[in-house]
């Protein structure tokens, strides 16, 4: 089973600053890497595909990177809406795995 | 617009069974592969099953092959995870999710149903 590791577990960042997130896999997952947001009591929601393909209506303060085994989500001017846990998934290797989160906080 | 609704959750002693559903909306549910992932409340999320447009494939995490079963009804728009021999271990929020087309992820999950392991 490939394990995802994320990094830092809680950034906390000012409103207005740049957040980046990072997603190491134990082995390589080519770009078949997601990420998701998930804000309390809602369901994840799917903010980046293929490493760095944004989902459809994903404001462009979203960006992701990275292939093989590091990959970062960079969030460009944090909004108060995005003040939540974000998640990386890879799609190469079943069973398809989680990161254990970074929850992104106000500073 | 897509709705994924599930439904079914409940508090069920261990040992015992639950089957949870899904109704879709919004979409050509037979053209999409579906998935169920869970997560403890708090905690992360685990991608539970899989299943392909047809039901033909069907993939499961390692803890619960042999106790679940995933299974679709495309002429229904439902999705379904049966639930055997469950154990505290299997509580969590259940969440119903579709593929985006090609790949193995998730673009929709629902809001989830809570399966509470409890004697």
């Known amino acids: 089973e490939i394990v995802m590791t994320q990094s830092p577990s809680t950034l906390s960042v000012s409103p207005g600053e740049r957040a980046t997130l990072s997603c190491r896999a134990s082995?390589?997952?080519?770009?078949?890497l997601a990420w998701y947001q998930q804000r309390p009591g809602q369901a994840p929601r799917l903010l980046i595909h293929?490493?760095?393909s944004r989902a459809t209506g994903l404001p462009a303060r979203f960006s992701g990177s990275g292939s093989g085994t590091e990959f970062t989500l960079t969030i460009s001017s944090l909004q108060s809406e995005d003040f939540a846990v974000y998640y990386c998934?890879?799609?190469?290797?079943?069973?398809?795995?989680f990161g254990q989160g970074t929850t992104v906080e106000m500073k | 617009e897509v709705h994924l609704v599930e439904s079914g959750g409940g508090l069920v002693q261990p040992g015992g069974s639950l089957r949870l559903s899904c109704e879709a909306s919004?979409?050509?549910?037979?053209?999409?592969?579906m998935a169920w992932a869970r997560q403890v409340p708090g905690k992360g999320l685990q991608w539970v099953a899989t299943?392909?447009?047809?039901?033909?494939?069907?993939y499961y995490m390692d803890s619960v092959r042999g106790r679940f079963t995933v299974s679709r009804d495309n002429a229904k728009n439902s999705l379904y995870v049966e639930m055997t021999s469950l154990t505290a271990e299997d509580t969590a929020v259940y969440y119903c999710?579709?593929?985006?087309?090609?790949?193995?992820?998730?673009?929709?999950w629902g809001q989830g149903t809570l399966v509470t392991i409890s004697s």
């Open positions: 919004g979409f050509t549910f037979g053209a999409y592969w």
């Open positions: 999710g579709r593929h985006r087309v090609g790949s193995h992820v998730a673009e929709y």
């Open positions: 082995q390589s997952v080519g770009s078949h």
């Open positions: 998934q890879q799609g190469n290797d079943w069973p398809w795995t």
């Open positions: 299943i392909n447009e047809e039901g033909s494939q069907r």
């Open positions: 293929d490493s760095s």
